[in-house]
C-alpha cells in the first residue's frame, strides 16, 4: 500500500538546516586537508562516537517546528498536512547523529536519506 501524499504539504530540507553541523563539518574539512584518503572514514568515526550528543538548532529548525505544528489541527485519522523529510548527502553512519536528534526533540520526522556522498536528487521522487 502507497502512502498518500496527495493533500500533504512536503518539506525536505537538509540536515545543516535542520541543525547547526558547522563544528562537524569543520572537523570533516580538516581530515580532508591532512588526508583526503582517509577523511570519510575518520569523518564517519568522529560523528558515530558524538552520536548521542546533541546538536544546535540550525536555521531552518523554526520552520520546520511550525510548520509540523500544523498537523495538530488534522484529524487523527487523515494524513497529516505536512510532512518533513530530512536529505543529506551523509553517510547513513554519520545520519545516526541527526536522527537521535530528531527523536530526543521529538520532532515528527520519519523519512529521511542519507546518501553516502551522492545527490539527493535522485530520492525526490520516492520522497515526494
Same mark, same amino acid.
Request: glycine residues 4%.
Given at each position: %500500500?502507497?502512502?498518500?501524499?496527495?493533500?500533504?504539504? &512536503? #518539506?525536505?530540507?537538509?540536515? +545543516?538546516?535542520?541543525? $547547526?553541523?558547522?563544528?562537524?563539518? !569543520?572537523?570533516?574539512? @580538516?581530515?580532508?586537508?591532512? $588526508?583526503?584518503? +582517509?577523511?570519510? /572514514? @575518520?569523518?564517519?568515526?568522529? *560523528?558515530?562516537?558524538?552520536?548521542? @550528543?546533541?546538536?544546535?538548532?540550525?536555521?531552518? *529548525?523554526?520552520? &520546520?517546528?511550525?510548520?509540523?505544528?500544523?498537523?495538530?489541527? !488534522?484529524?487523527? $485519522?487523515?494524513?497529516?498536512?505536512?510532512? /518533513? &523529510?530530512? *536529505?543529506?548527502?551523509?553517510?547513513?553512519?554519520?545520519?545516526?547523529? /541527526?536522527?537521535?536528534? #530528531?527523536?530526543?526533540?521529538?520532532?515528527? #520526522?520519519?523519512?529521511?536519506?542519507?546518501?553516502?556522498?551522492?545527490? &539527493? /536528487? $535522485?530520492?525526490?521522487?520516492?520522497? %515526494?
Amino acid at each position: %500500500m502507497s502512502f498518500n501524499l496527495s493533500n500533504t504539504l &512536503v #518539506i525536505g530540507i537538509s540536515a +545543516t538546516a535542520l541543525f $547547526d553541523l558547522k563544528e562537524a563539518d !569543520q572537523v570533516f574539512r @580538516e581530515k580532508y586537508a591532512e $588526508d583526503k584518503d +582517509t577523511a570519510i /572514514v @575518520e569523518y564517519r568515526k568522529y *560523528m558515530l562516537e558524538r552520536e548521542d @550528543e546533541p546538536l544546535e538548532d540550525g536555521t531552518g *529548525m523554526p520552520l &520546520v517546528k511550525a510548520l509540523l505544528e500544523l498537523n495538530k489541527y !488534522q484529524p487523527k $485519522d487523515e494524513a497529516p498536512l505536512v510532512e /518533513v &523529510v530530512v *536529505m543529506s548527502r551523509n553517510s547513513p553512519e554519520t545520519g545516526i547523529r /541527526v536522527l537521535q536528534n #530528531i527523536r530526543n526533540k521529538q520532532l515528527k #520526522i520519519s523519512r529521511h536519506a542519507f546518501t553516502g556522498g551522492e545527490s &539527493v /536528487v $535522485d530520492y525526490l521522487d520516492a520522497l %515526494m
